[in-house]
């Protein structure tokens, strides 16, 4: 047997032997297959950068549901649940005015439907959700169209939208902008040098195509267009109307890697000196090509989606956005939406992958070797930060669990790791702490799944914050606001503090108290307050195991506001009170906007 193969194999043994000798009421280790899969991991060694706008969505213009009044109201009438979901979802990049139809769409046309979204509908859209700006200029119509707009989003009212798009799928028979690959690449220098007049700062990108049969098209508007070009662009959707099955979708990605390979070769043959420099973007993916069927809905079109973002990884795609946020086809009872377009917005399972991927796999790409993979099997790792270590682990077999063992090297885990997973009855929300023996977990894999899994170093396991799930009490608190109570002391939230009565000294000498319940006695050593806009410069920290006697750990007229850092040494407490007694002349004398209490140094990485 191969030295490799079977070191992993003991590592795989003795790594079910714990897990089962840790908790004997389980059932006895039973293979669901007759493979064994393992998985080794080196930390240090890594295979790329995951780009993190390749969590991308398009969004449309004809998207009447998000702001459906005009823009001078959409602060009262904006759908915020859609914006809020969008956001939550991790979106970083959002295109617009959406495919095809953004050869038909005149940005600044009068006869515009005020119900569909325009450009400052559009920005606001960008700002609420904190992602970057594409813009798709219609390539039907004039450069100078475009350039205008160009200049109301950067110039007039600084949008600072970066990256614009000349056309869409030009090379499709079916596209309003359809023209020869020489036609499209002439026209798009006219486009680029036309906006770059107006902003010579933005990014200019160019819609090629995937397909082995439209390579001479892409050669051809290549060399056209020559320098001009930041970024090439592609849609990717790889079955048709009646080839839906998930048999075939699950073939798809490594299809794209072929495809992708081939599109990376024609431009460095046609343009050299751009090649190195060359972004790509898939600017549209899902399924099926057009009309979606029933399909587009399930568990399986959305591991799909799970292994195109970890594919666009691995073959170093630097965007990529799905298609799309709400797009409903009744007449097939399908679904291309993020969302629902009811008007619920209920997600379906694409929105709980692309939302658990764009969470939990990003940073660095790490290479993992797989011994004994079932081709249902598909695994990708990454190093977040240089404290954590992902995996995302896809099962796209719909009536088998696997059991898989993951071997890290050049990586000290702490002693559990965190999960989350989509499945049938799943929708990404965080699973128990799984226990990690030593350097090897053990994971069953469920039927048509896809988890993600997060070691953390054992050296960079901060504390617990013993705060949360306490109680918070005060002498009183300001009822000018909403957030002012005694709990937002203790919520987490940077947003929110307890603040003292409103209007009680005029001169900061009047007395007020924070008191924290911990519920049941803790160990505690360190303390820590941070300020909101009203500090205390008198104030001290008090203990007590029972709420009845109390000591002094901490006293000082000298507070300064900021966050105050005090440790004392271990001691088991239940309360401990803030005492406040003088401050500076405000509205409310005292506020505070968290209060995080910790445990002694050595409890970092305990195993509960």
């Given at each position: 047997?191969?030295?490799?193969?079977?070191?992993?194999?003991?590592?795989?043994?003795?790594?079910?032997?714990?897990?089962?000798?840790?908790?004997?009421?389980?059932?006895?280790?039973?293979?669901?297959?007759?493979?064994?899969?393992?998985?080794?991991?080196?930390?240090?060694?890594?295979?790329?950068?995951?780009?993190?706008?390749?969590?991308?969505?398009?969004?449309?213009?004809w998207d009447e549901s998000l702001f459906p009044y005009p823009a001078d109201q959409m602060l009262l009438t904006c759908d915020r649940d859609?914006?809020?979901?969008?956001?939550?979802?991790?979106?970083?990049?959002?295109?617009?005015?959406?495919?095809?139809?953004?050869?038909?769409?005149?940005?600044?046309?009068?006869?515009?439907?005020?119900?569909?979204?325009?450009?400052?509908?559009y920005y606001a859209f960008l700002?609420?959700?904190?992602?970057?700006?594409?813009?798709?200029a219609n390539a039907s119509e004039s450069p100078e169209l475009a350039a205008q707009w160009v200049e109301y989003c950067n110039r007039k009212h600084n949008y600072a939208i970066q990256l614009w798009e000349v056309g869409d799928e030009a090379w499709g028979s079916w596209a309003d902008s359809h023209a020869s690959g020489r036609e499209y690449g002439n026209r798009f220098v006219r486009f680029a040098r036309a906006m770059r007049a107006i902003d010579p700062t933005i990014q200019m990108a160019?819609?090629?195509?995937?397909?082995?049969?439209?390579?001479?098209?892409?050669?051809?508007?290549?060399?056209a267009l020559g320098q001009e070009c930041n970024i090439i662009t592609f849609t990717f959707f790889p079955l048709g109307r009646q080839a839906e099955t998930d048999e075939n979708l699950f073939t798809a990605p490594a299809k794209f890697r072929e495809m992708f390979n081939t599109l990376q070769a024609t431009v460095k043959a046609a343009i050299p000196d751009c090649a190195d420099t060359m972004k790509y973007c898939c600017v549209g993916y899902n399924s099926v090509s057009s009309f979606p069927g029933p399909q587009t809905l399930s568990l399986g079109n959305g591991i799909y989606v799970g292994e195109m973002l970890g594919m666009f990884a691995e073959t170093g795609t630097d965007m990529a956005c799905l298609w799309a946020m709400h797009n409903y086809y009744p007449p097939r009872r399908g679904d291309f939406g993020f969302l629902s377009a009811d008007g619920s917005n209920t997600p379906s399972y694409t929105y709980y992958v692309f939302r658990l991927m764009a969470h939990h796999f990003g940073g660095t790409l790490l290479s993992a070797q797989l011994t004994g993979a079932s081709d249902k099997l598909r695994l990708f790792a990454c190093r977040p930060d240089g404290g954590r270590l992902g995996v995302i682990l896809l099962n796209k077999d719909p009536k088998k669990a696997y059991f898989v063992t993951i071997a890290l090297e050049n990586f000290q885990p702490a002693p559990t790791a965190r999960i989350w997973r989509v499945s049938k009855s799943e929708f990404g929300s965080a699973l128990p702490d799984l226990p990690v023996h030593g350097h090897a977990f053990r994971y069953l894999a469920p039927p048509y799944s896809i988890t993600a899994i997060e070691f953390t170093a054992k050296s960079a396991v901060a504390r617990p914050n013993l705060v949360r799930g306490a109680i918070a009490m005060a002498s009183g608190y300001s009822e000018t606001g909403p957030s002012f109570k005694p709990q937002s002391a203790i919520d987490g939230d940077p947003h929110t503090r307890w603040a003292s009565p409103a209007w009680v000294s005029r001169d900061g000498t009047d007395e007020a108290w924070l008191t924290i319940d911990l519920v049941e006695p803790r160990q505690v050593a360190e303390c820590r307050i941070i300020w909101g806009p009203q500090a205390a410069t008198n104030f001290g920290v008090i203990v007590s195991e029972d709420g009845k006697r109390w000591r002094n750990v901490y006293q000082t007229d000298k507070g300064s506001g900021g966050t105050t850092t005090i440790t004392f040494p271990p001691q088991t407490i239940r309360f401990i009170k803030i005492a406040c007694t003088k401050g500076k002349r405000a509205i409310s004398t005292y506020s505070i906007i968290d209060v995080e209490l910790f445990g002694p140094e050595e409890t970092v990485g305990a195993f509960n």
């Open positions: 047997m191969n030295p490799v193969r079977l070191w992993l194999v003991l590592i795989f043994i003795a790594s079910a032997i714990m897990a089962y000798g840790e908790n004997p009421t389980s059932p006895p280790l039973v293979l669901e297959t007759d493979e064994v899969v393992l998985v080794r991991i080196d930390a240090a060694a890594p295979a790329g950068t995951i780009n993190p706008l390749l969590y991308g969505l398009n969004t449309a213009r859609a914006i809020r979901k969008v956001k939550e979802a991790g979106v970083t990049l959002l295109k617009y005015p959406g495919g095809n139809d953004a050869d038909k769409y005149i940005w600044n046309d009068p006869a515009n439907m005020k119900s569909e979204m325009d450009t400052e509908e700002r609420t959700t904190g992602a970057v700006g594409f813009i798709t160019a819609n090629m195509s995937l397909s082995e049969s439209h390579q001479e098209w892409n050669r051809q508007a290549l060399a």
